[in-house]
């Protein structure tokens, strides 16, 4: 059974960059047609898609967050990160990295980890 | 970008009963990039539908979407008590993937 666990820091200083890692167990993320993507939801309040790298390499990130994140993937160490440049208390969130299973580029399952609470604060 | 606007933001029923749940799209949204997720309290969300009518892995039968173009519907035909949560759909047929603001199916 694949599961995702996120990791970093809990608290991340204003205009910092936040860093988070999301680790696969229980299986390869090398092989099959995946989006590794990073979602994010502030408390009480709804979903936010960061953004996502497909299999193929291609990435597409969130328009109103495009100019202050970068998604990368290491499929030899079964890790895929976030990076969030020049935070802010609205940055405050719990983040979720959800790896998406597709077959013909539609999504027919995921794996989600729990999430981790990134608190943006002096 | 493509705007999700789902209704009503709160549905309170009881179990046993019918929920049916709306998204409209601000722009035609092919049905095989829309899916339907839940969420409950403390919890990451989890892959209803797909496609806009098909049932993911594990998913009860009583779980369905349909719709096309720009509306598309959940509907829960019999709500069971675990079903009381937040439901959010999604589209990623555009480069830019965006979710609905979720509606909450709460107990009456």
């Known amino acids: 059974q694949v599961q995702l666990q996120e990791s970093g820091p809990g608290l991340v200083k204003p205009s910092q960059t936040l860093s988070l890692t999301c680790t696969v167990s229980?299986?390869?993320?090398?092989?099959?047609?995946?989006?590794w993507s990073w979602i994010r939801q502030p408390a009480g309040k709804g979903l936010e898609w960061i953004g996502r790298?497909?299999?193929?390499?291609?990435?597409n990130y969130n328009p109103s967050l495009k100019s202050r994140v970068t998604i990368s993937v290491d499929t030899s160490k079964n890790q895929f990160s976030l990076k969030l440049s020049s935070v802010t208390a609205a940055d405050t969130a719990v983040y979720y990295c959800?790896?998406?299973?597709?077959?013909?580029?539609?999504?027919?399952?995921?794996?989600w980890g729990q999430g981790t609470l990134v608190t943006v604060s002096s | 970008e493509i705007v999700l606007t789902q209704s009503p933001g709160t549905l309170s029923l009881s179990p046993g009963e019918r929920a049916t749940l709306s998204c409209r799209a601000s722009?035609?949204?092919?049905?095989?990039?829309l899916a339907w997720y839940q969420q409950k309290p403390g919890q990451a969300p989890r892959l209803l539908i797909y496609?806009?009518?098909s049932r993911a892995t594990g998913i009860p039968d009583r779980f369905s979407g349909s719709g096309s173009g720009t509306d598309f519907t959940l509907t829960i035909s019999r709500l069971e008590p675990e079903d009381f949560a937040v439901y959010y759909c999604?589209?990623?047929?555009?480069?830019?993937?965006?979710f609905g603001q979720g509606t909450k199916v709460e107990i009456k």
């Open positions: 959800p790896i998406m299973i597709t077959f013909g580029g539609v999504i027919v399952s995921d794996y």
């Open positions: 229980g299986g390869s993320i090398s092989s099959g047609s995946y989006y």
């Open positions: 790298i497909y299999t193929s390499g291609s990435t």
């Open positions: 722009q035609s949204v092919s049905s095989s990039y």
């Open positions: 496609g806009a009518s």
């Open positions: 999604q589209q990623y047929g555009s480069s830019s993937w965006t």
